[in-house]
């Protein structure tokens, strides 16, 4: 039988925050940038990462979850600290692994009624022909049975990976009402969702140009309602 995850054997705050995404998109970056990690820049193999500065801490130690870079995956269940959860990727490989992922979720969302939802998107989705974003949102929709009302106003969008001065709020609307078209009545929803210009649930983290510290403060998620 597969192990029992860590987070169901500790509390879980009556408000919380749950990162869902695909791997790879920077879910854990965000989580720990949340939490209130410091977080830094650093060249690997002549590109930029993003990596928590405190080298000695390990997995879920503190709620701290490790940051992966590429497409490996760093989180194997999900991560709980100050009321955010990092929860392992959509796409993470293997049928185990599938299966704890898929068993985490359905318990993490039985045991609160009081979360947010934030969906990690990467901005490379626009240089992919959109696979990288309707991929999570086929996974969305079949964790909620195609019942996007059920989660709409707790969903949180924000987009990594980008710069928002390249590409911004108003490209990414525009693009998902230009690019994109539905094939079910959840992916109509959320397209709507993305395209409304009054949505101010949308937020951009972007990727650092330069080495050092990651800037502390930014608001992810500008709506506080759970």
């Known amino acids: 039988c597969f192990p029992k995850p860590p987070i169901f ?18 879910k854990s970056t965000i989580y720990n940038y ?15 990462v993003i990596d928590v500065a405190r ?17 490996r995956s760093g989180t194997i269940y999900p991560c709980v600290g100050s009321g955010v959860i990092d929860c392992p990727g959509f796409e993470d490989p293997g049928i185990e692994q599938q299966v704890i ?26 240089e992919k ?8 949102i086929n996974y969305l929709e079949k ?18 990976k980008g710069n928002e001065q390249d590409y911004n709020i108003n490209d990414f609307k525009e693009d998902i009402s230009a690019h994109l078209k539905p ?4 992916k109509k929803a959320f397209f709507e969702f993305c395209a409304d ?6 937020t951009f983290f972007d990727k650092p140009t330069k080495a050092g510290a990651i800037v502390p403060g930014k608001q992810i998620i500008k709506d506080q309602e759970y």
């Open 197 to 202: 210009k009054k949505n101010q649930r949308i």
């Open 55 to 71: 080298k000695n801490a390990a997995l879920n130690d503190d709620g701290y979850s490790m940051i992966a870079h590429g497409n």
């Open 143 to 160: 964790m909620f049975n195609g019942d996007f009302d059920s989660i709409k106003n707790a969903l949180n969008i924000v987009i990594t």
């Open 9 to 26: 054997r500790c509390a879980i705050d009556d408000k919380i925050t749950i990162i869902l995404g695909n791997t790879g998109s920077g």
């Open 34 to 48: 949340m939490k209130g990690e410091q977080l830094i820049a650093v060249k690997d193999h002549g590109r930029l």
């Open 183 to 186: 094939d079910s009545e959840f």
């Open 129 to 136: 022909r959109y696979q990288a974003l309707l991929d999570p």
């Open 101 to 126: 992922n898929a068993y985490s979720l359905d318990k993490l969302f039985k045991k609160t009624q009081n979360y947010r939802i934030l969906l990690v998107l990467p901005e490379t989705f626009n």
